[in-house]
């Protein structure tokens, strides 16, 4: 017998359904610059006010959280969040090179950012931090130029001490307004794989160090709680996991639809 895929195939199909549905989307979207739309008023967002046209994405950072010696939360089955980040990161990668945006991803292994050859006893999870705020930067500072901005995604899993707390929440930067926007639209976006997700969008305070100190549009996803059982098995399935991503992505692309697409 040949090997089988881990994810079962039931659960593939619709979620491809899904990504080839959000790339039409997206090529509609995305078939025009923005700039070519400049005629187009957009006036709803997911705080309820009006801003103007959206900045074309020239690039997204996708930062898995955590990593290497900093395992993040972990589950009661023993399930850690770094490699649960890392895996949303990859897939939420892919749709967005899919759909021709660049993506710089802060860490492709498991390990933390920090310099080996500095001295990093105690100061590690600073070191990271920095290195991963360096990165953003560097990256926004490319694309600066040619008037698009770059954005930043940082992904996470949750963790309570009561168990019963779920589901997704979007944290947001201060620093740039369309931060809150992305962030809503992607709360919004996943109440399509967790109907009963009421959780709002957040703004980060200075203890939130990456999206505190991070000048472009910034958010942190916080995919589901990892000391939720129910949520944490979901989140060990691959497929699921590759659903959140989409939902991640949906989230984004929104943010840029001006106009609606008309039956005939
Ligand atoms: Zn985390």
């Known amino acids: 017998m040949p090997a089988r895929t881990r994810t079962p195939l ?3 199909v619709p979620l491809l359904l899904v990504c080839t549905a959000l790339l039409a989307l997206v090529a509609y979207l995305l078939g025009g610059s923005p700039t070519a739309r400049a005629g187009d ?3 709803v967002t997911a705080t309820g006010d009006a801003v103007g046209e959206a900045p074309p994405i020239a690039c997204v950072v996708i930062d898995a959280g955590h990593g290497g010696e900093d395992g993040g939360a972990s589950s009661a089955a023993g ?10 990161a990859f897939a939420l990668r892919d749709l967005f090179e899919a759909a021709g945006v660049p993506v710089v991803m802060t860490r492709t292994e498991d390990k933390l950012l920090y310099d080996r050859n500095l001295d990093f006893q105690g100061r590690k999870k600073v070191l990271d931090l920095a290195a991963r705020r360096l990165v953003a930067e560097k990256v ?8 698009g901005v770059c954005l930043f995604i940082s992904i996470h899993m949750n963790a309570f001490p009561q168990p019963r707390y779920s589901g997704m929440q979007v944290w947001y930067g201060a620093a ?3 931060s809150a926007e992305v ?6 976006a996943a109440v399509a794989i967790m109907p009963d997700n009421h959780r709002k969008i957040k703004a980060a305070g200075s203890n939130i160090y990456l999206l505190d100190r991070i000048q472009t549009p910034a958010v942190l996803v916080e995919c589901g ?4 059982p129910e949520e944490a098995e979901r989140l060990s399935q691959e497929g699921y996991r590759y659903a959140v991503a989409a939902a991640v992505f949906a989230g984004v692309i929104a943010v840029y639809r001006t ?3 008309q039956l005939r």
Do not use: M, W, Y
Request: proline fraction near 8%; charge should be negative.
């Open 41 to 43: 008023e957009r006036t």
């Open 259 to 261: 106009d609606k697409p």
């Open 225 to 228: 709680f990892l000391s939720n």
């Open 183 to 188: 962030a809503g639209r992607i709360q919004s």
């Open 10 to 12: 039931p659960c593939l």
């Open 79 to 88: 399930v850690l969040e770094k490699d649960l980040n890392l895996s949303v």
């Open 176 to 178: 740039h307004p369309l």
């Open 140 to 147: 926004a500072a490319e694309v600066a130029d040619g008037g």
